[in-house]
């Protein structure tokens, strides 16, 4: 009997990614006292980074199309 690949769709792989990542993200988020800054704003800091990254990917793929 031959088993078929299980098909992981976008929604669950970056569910799977977020459970990866979210301890080590929390914990930088959470490191305030050794940069100087905010919970809040290092989170929105780590948004914004994120927010260019995914800009920048979709202008690159934009231009190869």
């Given amino acids: 009997m ?3 690949p299980i098909m992981i ?4 792989s970056l569910s799977a ?3 990866k990542i979210e301890e080590a993200v929390y914990l930088i988020i959470q490191g ?10 290092i989170a929105m800091a780590i948004a914004d980074i ?3 990254y995914i ?3 979709s202008r ?5 199309h």
């Fill in 50 to 52: 994120a927010d260019d």
């Fill in 9 to 12: 769709n976008h929604a669950d």
């Fill in 2 to 4: 031959e088993l078929r």
């Fill in 60 to 64: 690159k793929r934009a231009a190869t």
């Fill in 55 to 57: 800009l920048a990917i």
């Fill in 32 to 41: 305030e006292k050794l940069v100087g800054f905010s919970s809040t704003e």
């Fill in 17 to 19: 990614c977020r459970e």
